[in-house]
């Protein structure tokens, strides 16, 4: 029965993949990106000083710095697409689809610039201080599209409360094997500690997982670094071959653009996240100046996961070289490879790398799920009925199998992506004024540009950035017209 599940779950992704997503994606970014005038590249120096001058901030109340909401997406992002994600793609697509995965952060930086920006314009003041936005939030109001805004908030709840969760909590229970654990015993005990965090002290382990993850991350690349310089002469033959394996696809069923294209979109999509509309979520909490601080602070985001994070996973398997004859795959060969570097000690620190993200990402996506289920209703019993469902499917990741849980991950990425996107062309002129505006106060020698909704050509579902709307959300938002039931 799962053979055959995951046989048809297959064969749709890849109809989808092959002849939508990538084509969206790509034309997505594309197109973001001429119409911002490159902001991902000319910009980065702003981001990088925004990044900077935001990591000493502090805030009152629930209010959540831009800073934070950084670390908040990034401890999101940075999961098991960074290892297990990046050993799949080098094993199905051959070390070019690196290169893709480098192709799709870069066009996908404006991308996710513009998703986090609109989060940014249409976000929701909260009675008890803070935010709440995201892509159902500017579907429905800044597309004056209930329906569709209702669509996606499922999609995103199901997709990072249900499916992404499952697949951490697979690659988590394979880590943990290398001390023998059994996988249905992992599975118990991680779904039992996610649902006493869930019902209980998200909050406060939330709060401990900002500090770690970026912990973790910086040993990890610390690692990759290490075997880099062990190998150090091999380095420009791996950069080579990654450059010009990308244009000879060798991967089996190559199609059209190939499998090295294929899983090096996908892979990256699933690491870095942008068009997603998963990031967003976070970005909304911000409490900013201006919208477009948020939007330059998480387009960053995509270069720092898949340009560092993941090109260090990439760089481990690719420097030993073994992995078309190892026969393994995902974190098992990362775990091998890094046996080969530095010793047998190493499968344990990988396997401590992968709890240690995987459980932090657990939590974050279960985030992104209840902020959803909070926008389609208040009531609590549907919140509870959602819990019970992460629990269910990170008991249920575990054990199941690496196939079907990555089919699963891809198929209802797709249906976020098509949503999210569809949607974001059609207001990707809004967050453009924003940014110009943006850029005329910076040239204006304005260190801290300050937002207003009046230079946008429309305000309808705007309910924040009136005049002396900044960073206060304790202020009562200036009414505007709501033509949501009209």
């Known amino acids: 029965m799962e053979a055959m599940l995951n046989d048809a779950i297959s064969t749709i992704n890849g109809y989808l993949w092959s002849y939508f997503i990538i084509f969206i994606l790509i034309g997505a970014g594309l197109f973001f990106t001429m119409t911002t005038n490159f902001v991902q590249i000319r ?199 990654i450059i010009s394996s990308a244009f000879e696809p060798v991967a089996a069923g190559g199609g059209l653009l190939g499998a090295t294209v294929m899983n090096g979109i996908k892979r990256g999509l699933f690491s870095n996240e942008a068009g997603e509309g998963s990031v967003p979520n976070a970005a909304a909490t911000a409490a900013v100046n201006h919208p477009v601080e948020q939007g330059l602070v998480q387009a960053f985001g995509v270069f720092l996961d898949t340009f560092i994070i993941c090109t260090a996973s990439a760089f481990i398997v690719l420097m030993v070289g073994d992995y078309s004859t190892t026969g393994l795959t995902g974190v098992a060969l990362v775990q091998h490879n890094l046996e080969q570097q530095l010793g047998s000690w190493a499968p344990t620190a990988v396997a401590i790398f992968i709890v240690m993200f995987s459980f932090s990402s657990l939590i974050g996506n279960y985030y992104y799920g209840e902020i959803n289920i909070s926008h389609l209703t208040e009531k609590r019993f549907y919140l509870h009925l959602f819990r019970i469902g992460v629990i269910i499917m990170t008991f249920v990741g575990s054990i199941a199998s ?62 924040w950035w009136g005049d002396g709307q900044t960073t206060d959300s304790s202020v009562p938002p200036t009414p505007v017209e709501d033509t949501m039931e009209k």
């Open 402 to 463: 690496l196939d079907l849980v990555w089919n699963l991950a891809d198929l209802f990425m797709a249906f976020l992506v098509l949503t999210n996107i569809s949607s974001i062309v059609r207001m990707g002129r809004t967050a453009g004024l924003a940014l110009d505006d943006y850029i005329k106060q910076r040239k204006a020698g304005i260190e801290t540009p300050v937002f207003n909704r009046s230079v946008l050509n429309h305000t309808y579902g705007i309910v």
């Open 43 to 241: 910009m980065i120096k702003e981001m990088i000083r925004l990044v900077i001058n935001g990591a000493g901030s502090s805030t009152e109340k629930n209010h959540v710095s831009s800073f934070q909401a950084f670390c908040v997406s990034t401890a999101s992002r940075v999961g098991v697409g960074n290892i297990a994600g990046i050993a799949i793609a080098v094993v199905l697509g051959g070390p070019g689809a690196i290169f893709w995965m480098w192709v799709i952060a870069l066009i996908g930086a404006a991308t996710g610039f513009i998703e986090s920006t609109l989060a940014q314009i249409y976000k929701e003041p909260v009675a008890k201080g803070g935010f709440y936005g995201g892509p159902a939030y500017y579907i429905r109001y800044g597309l004056n599209n209930k329906a569709l805004s209702i669509l996606f908030a499922i999609l995103i709840s199901i997709t990072y409360g249900w499916i992404y969760n499952s697949v951490q909590a697979n690659t988590l229970a394979a880590s943990l094997q290398v001390f023998n654990f059994d996988v249905s015993y992992t599975g118990a005990v991680v779904a039992i500690l996610l649902g006493l965090i869930i019902f209980g002290g998200i909050h406060r382990v939330a709060k401990a997982s900002e500090i770690i993850v970026p912990i973790m991350a910086v040993l990890y690349i610390a690692t990759a670094l290490f075997v880099v310089i062990m190998n150090i002469t091999q380095f420009p033959h791996v950069i080579y071959t």
